[in-house]
């Protein structure tokens, strides 16, 4: 029997975007509730307790409300708002962050889908960490940019309202109080929050993360080749990943580092920078905000915890 899935906010971008990949799914049943009917409570409730999996595309206090609307001990979660990322009894949705996340998430009947922005840098840190290689009260800092569609709806209207007179470089969160920064600390392993500095593009889709780091006052400074096999053996332990890491290469610029060349893919790919002379050091990723940040590991995790092939409807 085709596993049932309702895609509570279908008509929200992540929700648009999942539904679209999962669309020619025969394994699948895709039940829609009528667009009247998607603020009625009741009518919300009946279908998320007929669902096999429920996928919530909404804000934080809605996707609190559709859980408690689940009455039944079957119904399967895949949450992609930040409302249950750090909370008990729910697994985190990024399947390559350890080896065994992927069995976590398979048997889990909550799963809360990662941030886009914390996914960078947990693939960046968290192997390190882990390797001993930094220790867990290093201070980190994490910028990077992605394009106007993280921000919903409302930023993607702005931004294609504004056309070529958009922002080209827009620094935000400069509270410093972003709401990743629990999620972000939780799962690179980092005694405390990292400084964040996130910036929107003037175009739609695909991020570039950096992680800089001054290695001169460790205990024992790590090498830039270190890091990379650090980086590198954490993500071949996990099969079928799509996180990749590229060669340590020696170089000033590179082309494959555009925020927008892993768009359409589920793809993760880190690069890691170092001079040894100076101790310094830089890992990057490039990914897909909408793909791998977002829809894609929704559907990553759906895949998972229905025991077919995690890159079914993939684009690798």
Known sequence: MAARVFIDGEAGTTGLQIRERLAMRRDLELISIPEESRKDPAARADYLNRADVAILCLPDAAARESVALIENDTTR???????HRIAEGWAYGFAEMDVDQGDIIAAAMRVANPGCWPQGLIASVRPLIAAGL????VNVSYHGISGYSGGGKGMIADYEAAGNAANVFAP???GFNHKHLP??????LLEAAPLFTPTVGNYYKGM????PLNLAGLASVPTGAQLHAAIADHFAASSDSFVEVAPLQDLERADELDPQALNDTNKL???VFANDARAQAAILAVYDNLGKGASGAAVQNLNLMLGVDQTTSLAA
């Not at 999620?183 to 690179?188: D, I, L, Q, R």
């Open 77 to 83: 979660v895949i949450d992609a708002s930040s409302a």
């Open 134 to 137: 930094l220790p867990a009260d």
């Open 172 to 174: 935000y969160a400069l």
């Open 183 to 188: 999620e972000m600390t939780e799962y690179t």
């Open 208 to 211: 570039l993360t950096v992680v």
């Open 269 to 271: 790919r880190l690069h």
